[in-house]
């Protein structure tokens, strides 16, 4: 700008929504912002390096790809990859907006529950028509909180459905150690839980995240693994 | 509480997980054949829970408004489960056959299939015992009953079985009397249409042969026996057996 010193962005990058990465040429890290840093809780910042060397463009610039990519809960549409040099490269990631119901969740619909039951008595039922051996990691410790017990339990019973063909299933429910949701304009805790096995079907994923989405449950869908971030709710 | 009778895997775990649900606000449904003991099992586990019949409507939905937890036998009977609504409420129902499954997996939370008694081998021989028993009591019998596997009948799981056995104990228990009046009244039912003397003789040499055979092991001790001649036995045993 005419007249202006030199602006520093760094502060606008640093806070900036998307997460953003700068590597150098061995693929350390040089930048990252905040973003980022929670971005690199869930993926290995080598996957990153390797994402951003395989869409670069074929020349120095920049060049943005629509592509799908889930990280756990963190879920984005597209990258962009940059470089002016041989020295590095920047790739910027962009969150997939999260499609929320606008109706609140119904209160009288949420009862004190002990989410260990549920499991339980679906896995009895699961079992009545399979013979997959279960390897349970559950916390049995974990606090009653406030469910949709019907909703829930509906939720769970088309879920473990699409392990059928599984012989060995993987579960686990604890609590996300210093992660948390926002339900109503108010922080809460999350209880995960995962389901995982060696492959899975997938003819139901829309009906699961539809049903999850009712119950502000949010989903995760891979090729062997489904989890549930389910907000942990007492008062 | 006694236990409900089953040594069968599969329901033991529907016990346990409708035991499980119990204090929940859970829809949960139990389908099955008719006969397969589903109804005795539901009224065993919740002995006082309300209990309504799909058949009719008007009552399902009355019990529906007044209370948070019921039995609904005959749920394929309803004619608009559209217009039942089971959220926040402990529901039991019994099906004899799933119907539209679309509409069950959006119902029900939690879907039980009741086998039937045929798939459940270990059953069988569980329950002849308890209604052998069950019926030497009901006919205050002292004799001893010896039942043979291929007279049990389970077309009709537990209701045919049962029929079976108290026909069984009651033909294995009639003396002579017994026995002649039986005859008596299946004759007075075939005649005059059936009055054919060597037709009905097999009635007579058949479970006797069968029985004498059991007993003496050949044909040339049994005709000893029977006083009869050799050749004769064998001409009888090539007719009736």
């Not at chain 1, 809960?73 to 590095?88: G, K």
């Not at chain 1, 410790?141 to 469910?147: A, H, M, R, S």
């Not at chain 2, 007279?151 to 294995?172: C, G, H, P, T």
């Amino acid at each position: 700008m005419p007249g202006s010193e030199s602006t520093d962005l760094t502060f606008f990058l640093d806070t900036d929504n998307s997460p953003f990465v700068l590597f150098d040429r061995h693929g350390s890290i040089v930048y990252l912002n905040d973003a980022a840093e929670i971005l690199l809780a869930y993926v290995d910042k080598r996957e990153l390096f390797d994402l951003a060397l395989s869409y670069a463009p074929n020349d120095f610039g920049t060049r943005t790809t629509p592509m799908e990519l889930h990280y756990r809960q963190l879920n984005f549409y597209a990258v962009t990859v940059a470089y002016q040099d041989e020295e590095q490269i920047g790739i910027r990631l962009y969150y997939r907006p999260r499609t929320r119901s606008n109706q609140p969740v119904d209160p009288s619909r949420l009862k004190m529950t002990n989410i260990n039951t549920i499991l339980e008595a679906s896995i009895a039922l699961f079992a009545m028509e399979n013979s997959t051996r279960f390897d349970l990691l559950t916390d049995a410790d974990l606090p009653e909180f406030k469910l949709d017990q019907n909703g829930f339990s509906k939720l769970l019973r088309r879920t473990l459905h699409l392990f059928r063909a599984s012989a060995d299933l993987h579960i686990s429910l604890t609590m996300a150690v210093g992660e948390s949701i926002m339900i109503d304009h108010k922080r809460r805790p999350i209880v995960r839980l995962t389901i995982q096995a060696n492959g899975r079907y997938n003819d139901e994923d829309r009906t699961i995240k539809a049903l999850a989405d009712e119950m502000r449950i949010i989903t995760l869908l891979d090729e062997h693994r489904i989890l549930f971030d389910i907000p942990f709710i007492q008062e | 509480m006694q236990n409900y009778a089953t040594r069968s895997e599969t329901v033991q775990q529907i016990i346990k997980s409708l035991n499980l649900t119990r204090t929940l606000y859970v829809s949960s449904i139990i389908i099955g054949e008719p006969w397969s003991g589903k109804r005795t099992l539901v009224r065993h586990l919740f002995p006082d829970l309300p209990t309504v019949d799909g058949h009719d409507q008007e009552a399902v939905e009355t019990l529906l408004s007044q209370t948070d937890a019921l039995i609904i036998e005959h749920y394929e009977k309803i004619p608009n489960t559209e217009r039942l609504d089971f959220e926040d409420k402990h529901i039991i129902a019994i099906a004899d056959y799933a119907g539209n499954t679309k509409i069950l997996d959006e119902t029900f939370a939690f879907i039980y299939h009741m086998p039937p008694l045929r798939e459940r081998p270990e059953d069988i021989l569980l329950y002849a015992d308890l209604y052998q028993k069950e019926a030497a009591e009901t006919l205050m019998l002292d004799t001893e009953i010896t039942l043979s596997k291929n007279v049990l009948d389970i077309r009709q799981n537990l209701r045919s079985l049962r029929a079976s056995i108290y026909r069984e104990v009651l033909l294995q228990s009639g003396d002579r009397d017994a026995l002649e009046r039986g005859l008596h009244h299946y004759f007075m039912g075939q005649m005059p249409e059936e009055a054919d003397y060597h037709r009905h003789l097999g009635l007579f040499e058949k479970p006797l042969l069968e029985a004498g055979l059991h007993v003496y092991g050949s044909q040339l001790r049994l005709a000893e026996a029977l006083g009869i001649n050799r050749n004769t036995l064998r001409k009888k045993i090539h007719a009736w057996l």
